[in-house]
């Protein structure tokens, strides 16, 4: 009969061996026979994930790093870059220019993935996002800039990247300091166009702010406040051209001097300012627009002689603002064009027997201005005059021919005039007056 301690210490032995193997069949049964992936960002499905985010997917134990690289792929195509964490348990993935707006991507890790205790991964994983939306830019903004003349309802003008929500800018933007304004939009709501009302003030600096709740019609956000400042004075006018009648060399190029100025001037103030020595009679004419001054010489410009231009701080532009500093120029006429002569007429001068029905012809050495030329045309008596004529010019303006509407008189003196304020076209006066006479044939 077996001793009674023997029998219990063969009883404890059969225990424990049944305990162990109770014990590692539970150990096989609690670890998974493959690899998983345990948590990704972004998650499944996301939305608006920023272009630059990096992608981090963790595993359920360390990977064998070659095995991954030869089975992870993203699509569309990104250049990218694979960083380890934690024992190769945690993988970063970080494209190397960033992904593409409001762009849907697909990251798929194959099941040739295996982990460095060679498990196979459990399956292929699938991971789909989208990223966010492009976000609208300031491409320019045109404010307000020191002016001479414009009113000071300039508006603000800012081009944007893309269409705008035109109802978020009302809640977005503000001037400062306060001032009441007016917008509206253009081409297509890429353009808001900002008006002050009534108008800006001189010497006080404004600054428009548009904050990161300024929305694309898309939906995307401005990534940052964006502000544009400016600060309005008037500028003083100036002279910012002359045209002198010579050329560099002292030649002769025209008759009339003509400044050009860079705002609309006072003529009063501007004529009472400007002198120009030594003396010489001239008449003045302004442009439409008032920013360019003629002056027409009555007499030829002296040759040989200095001529000194000067205008004083007196003048002043149409807003009462004086000329920015005392303008002077000087100019040689060196070598003067000839004046132009009458070198033939018909009938000659003197001429007896005219027939009363004879065109009178004369020929200028030059081609003339004709208006001055007929402005200065007198004819003694004055009776067919009345009755009406008509003036032709031909050959390049140096051939005026003189048609009465009614006969000459017979047996009459005839006297044509022309004084010498007809100029040529290169702005040459004539030296003196010219007198034809001649007496038409009796009956």
Known sequence: MMNKSLWLLMLSVACLFLLSGCQGQNNQTTQPPECQVVSAFPPDGATGIPIHSTIKIRFSEPMEVVSLQNAISLTPAVNFQLFWEDDDRLLSITPENGLDYNASYTLTIDDSASSLADRRLAQVYI???????????????????????EPLTQPVKIRFSQAMDTASIEQSMSITPD?????????????????????????????????????????????????????????PPSVVKTDLPVDNYGKSIGKDVYIHFSA??????????????????????????????????????????????????????????????????????????????????????????????????????????????????????????????????????????????????????YIIIIEPSAISKDGMYMEKTFRLRFAIEPC
């Open 264 to 413: 609309p001037m006072d003529p009063d103030s501007t004529i009472s300012g400007l002198t120009l020595s030594p003396r010489i009679n001239y008449e003045t004419s302004w442009s439409e627009d008032r920013r360019a001054l003629v002056i027409h010489p009555l007499e030829n410009w002296a040759v040989q002689t200095e001529y000194v231009l000067k205008i004083e701080t007196s003048a002043k532009s149409d807003e009462g603002m004086a000329l920015e500093e005392v303008y002077s120029t000087t100019f040689t006429m060196k070598e003067a064009p000839e004046s132009p002569i009458i070198i033939e007429t018909s009938p000659e001068n003197h001429e007896e027997n005219v027939i009363p029905e004879e065109i009178i012809t004369i020929r200028f050495s030059k081609p003339m201005d004709t208006a001055s030329v007929e402005q200065a045309l007198v004819i003694i008596p004055d009776t067919e005059v009345s009755a009406g004529l008509e003036i032709i010019w031909e050959e390049n303006d140096t051939l005026m021919s003189i048609l009465f509407y009614q006969k000459m008189r017979p047996g009459e003196d």
């Open 179 to 235: 001032i009441g304004y007016l917008t509206t939009w253009e081409e297509n709501d890429t353009v808001l166009v900002v008006v002050p009302a009534p108008a800006w003030e001189l010497q006080k600096e404004y600054a428009l702010t548009l904050n990161t709740q300024t929305r694309s019609q898309a939906g995307a956000f401005l990534e940052n406040d964006y502000s544009c400042s400016f600060l309005l004075d008037r500028i």
């Open 127 to 149: 991971l789909g996002f989208t990223t966010e939306l492009e976000p609208p830019d300031v491409l320019q903004a045109i404010c307000p800039e020191n002016t001479e003349t």
